[in-house]
């Protein structure tokens, strides 16, 4: 019975620690995410927060995310990206950098200002000659992946406490 009791343990801690991903349904305008004791950005990690966002529409997102720190200064680069498979990511807008202090820190992300895509050689099936730059406008996202992703100087120490998403239909 006890073996029993411990193998149940063990799935429920396998499915509750494959937290780090939120789906987003068609009719959800609002989702949040709570970092874990896992969430921690340093010199050797990196952080990423997924979200498979299901919409059938163009939208913008906005994304407001709390985080802590031991404040040693090092800055701490955070951007937003969408994924058309959930394997290539692309930028969405410009990153924001974090300069990192001792007390607790809430920004935002957004794609409103994010209204063109621009692509590169390798990103595309045109030859260097046809693609100089590439840009087109785009009414808003319909990436199926969204993804927070966080990225440290040497020496960055960040805990991720919390992300709001925030997704509006486009007009």
């Not at 906005?62 to 959930?86: F, H, P, Y």
């Not at 007390?103 to 046809?130: G, I, K, P, R, W």
């Amino acid at each position: 019975m006890k073996k029993i009791l411990v193998i149940l343990a063990l799935f429920a801690f396998a499915f509750s620690a494959q937290a780090q991903d939120l789906t987003v349904g068609n009719t959800q305008h609002f989702a949040t995410y709570v970092g874990v004791a896992g969430d921690t950005l340093d010199a050797n990690t990196d952080l990423f927060v997924n979200a498979y966002i299901n919409k059938d529409y163009f939208y913008h997102v906005n994304v407001q995310v709390e985080a802590d720190s031991l404040g040693n200064g090092a800055d701490v680069t955070v951007k937003l990206q969408g994924s058309w498979d959930n394997s290539k990511f692309y930028d969405i807008g410009s990153s924001v950098t974090w300069y990192v202090t001792a007390a607790d820190t809430v920004f935002s992300l957004n794609s409103f200002t994010a209204l063109t895509e621009t692509f590169t050689v390798a990103d595309s099936v045109m030859s260097t000659a046809q693609l100089v730059t590439y840009t087109r406008n785009i009414p808003g996202l319909m990436y199926p992946y969204i993804r927070v992703a966080f990225d440290g100087a040497s020496g960055a120490d960040m805990l991720l406490t919390k992300l709001r998403f925030r997704f509006i239909k486009a007009n």
